[in-house]
């Protein structure tokens, strides 16, 4: 007799009732080292203390940093960077254990919003703050959208604007996917975790407008780190206890990144850049090119209608430091196995769908690709940057690369058609980690992914 296969809505499946004893509440957490402003110049770094609730999970899917920021200067004279991007450096400690520590952050949030849709950021303008798909989708000369928006946003940047911020975080971050268990971290007392936060200098967070020479700056008021707290019951805790505490520790798996950099003098057409990571699970490389003075000095550009920022990158077509030729070795390992080229006058789409594919997201939207107001793609002006994944296949599965033991760095050998400025090169490399916890709340780490 053959089968007979049934729809799967002929049927409701049975609920699984939950227990009504777990709770989740919502926590603003405060700065430990509490200002009623902070700034470049004056309380450039906030601390955020995490206690150990007992018996209590944090949700990281539910964790993001609210903030309320003002720009200092007339108002019509500058407007913050898209994106707002006040955080220079993040570092997170579990006890005395340093499990993270990501430098340029700001650049690497700029990067990671580049993979984002473009509808993603369009909706989400007025949250974090990035108004650049809003400028590309209605820019349409004088009175158009795009143009009010920017003059209402200038004016209540002036006055204070409340924004949010996910954090990139591998531990608590937005990519976090499991519980991270608090409760348990308590081996330095009644403080799980210390996240501190130091501030990117004036120059990296406000745009000065065409013909302003003053220095323009921010102040940030009312910074809160926002948590869900998920509380287990006794009986709970005890199944959670049977089935993850084996062997004495809880391993919590996460993914954090490191920064490597490089300068690169004007016209200087070849580059040989030596990544030092020493890792034993590395999924992917993400290269970036920014202009010297746009690391150190303000941007002057037209705020009500340029998309010009400090976080211009370079590489694309039309960025005036233009890509010819790159690829990737580690030993007599090649990544792609043949060096990428891209002919001249022809644009750089070659890299970056290598880039995509190998980071396997080749059929997804990001708005790197998405159409400038001049026409061009995004990553052939200013949103261009090179992406290797090292993954072979997109799953947990313990397969990226393992230079921890080699003993060689992962070289970057790359080609410009044209080179007119001194560009700084950054290099971020995440790998994973495991976070393990012991019984008494001692924390070690584990490189790899198990």
Known sequence: MSAVALPRNLVAPIKVMGDDRVKSSSVKILP?????????????????????YAKAFINPQRTYLSFNIKKTGTAADSRLVDGVPWVDRITLKCGTVMVEDIQNYALLERMESLYETEDHNLSRAWIEGDYSSVLRKYTGGSGAMA???????????????????????????????????????????????????????NDQVVTRNT??????????????????????????????????????????????????????????THIDFNI?????????????????????QYTTADVNGATDDCFALRGGENSGSVISKYQFRYGTEQFPPAPVEVRDNAGTTPAILQGLASCDMLHQSPRLCAIDIDGAPVFENKGFFIAQGFKTSDDPILNGLRTATGGAPLELKLDFSAQNTDL???????????????????????????
Not at 180 to 197: D, F, K, R, T
């Open 32 to 52: 430990a080292n509490a200002n009623s402003t902070y700034s470049p110049t004056s309380g450039n770094r906030i601390v955020f203390n995490i206690p150990a």
């Open 424 to 450: 700084s090169m950054f290099a971020f490399v995440r790998s994973n980690y495991v976070m393990n916890i012991g019984s008494t709340g001692s924390v070690t780490m584990t490189e790899g992914s198990h």
């Open 147 to 201: 143009e009010t928006i920017l003059d209402k946003a200038i004016t209540e940047q002036a006055a204070g604007r409340a924004y949010t911020k996910p954090l990139l975080s591998g531990v608590i971050g937005k990519n976090q996917q499991f519980y991270v268990p608090v409760g348990m971290l308590n081996a330095s007392g009644s403080q799980a975790i210390q996240l501190e936060i130091f501030l990117a200098s």
């Open 276 to 296: 030092v990571e020493n890792s034993f699970d590395a999924e992917k490389v993400m290269v970036a090119m920014r202009p010297q003075s746009k690391v150190s």
């Open 211 to 268: 013909g302003i020479t003053a220095s323009p700056g921010y102040e940030l008021s009312e910074v809160a780190l926002n948590i869900c707290v998920t509380e287990l019951p006794e009986r709970a805790m005890k199944a959670f206890n049977s089935a993850v505490l084996s062997g004495g520790s809880v391993k919590l798996p996460y993914k954090t990144t490191r920064c490597f950099q490089q300068h690169v003098p004007s016209g200087q």
